[in-house]
């Protein structure tokens, strides 16, 4: 599974930004797709989740009520909808994807996924 990310860009505090991260090649694998971030200094950062087959979702704290993950299964992509950016949402995002089952105590941890993408720059100034 080869995944790759877009959308990323500079906005203002309070702005939005869509992230997309299109899969190909062994897509029927998937089971989750995640969303994680890291910024510099720091460690990779859980974000958000999403089933592919049931559409359920996961948030980290620190995004809950401002990020949604949806999905567009024909179109083999996931969508990071980011609103009311702060500062500190500034990181590189980084989509990724598991071979198989991910138990629910365990979908926002970055060693349950399989396949990563290169990353896409946002900047909250």
């Known amino acids: 599974v080869q995944l790759v990310e877009s959308g990323g860009g500079s906005v203002r505090a309070g702005g939005s930004l869509r992230l997309s991260c299109v899969a190909s090649?062994?897509?029927?694998?998937?089971?989750?797709m995640g969303w994680f971030r890291q910024a510099p200094g720091k460690d990779r950062e859980k974000v958000a989740a999403?089933?592919?087959?049931?559409?359920?979702?996961h948030y980290a704290d620190s995004v809950e009520g401002r990020f949604t993950v949806s999905q567009d299964k024909a179109k083999n992509t996931v969508y990071l909808q980011m609103n009311s950016l702060k500062p500190e949402d500034t990181a590189m995002y980084y989509c990724?994807?598991?071979?198989?089952?991910?138990?629910?105590?365990?979908?926002?941890?970055?060693?349950?996924?399989?396949?990563w993408g290169q990353g896409t720059q946002v900047t909250v100034s």
């Open positions: 990724a994807a598991s071979r198989g089952y991910i138990a629910t105590s365990r979908r926002l941890v970055a060693t349950a996924y399989n396949y």
């Open positions: 090649g062994n897509t029927d694998s998937r089971n989750m």
């Open positions: 999403i089933h592919t087959g049931g559409g359920s979702t």
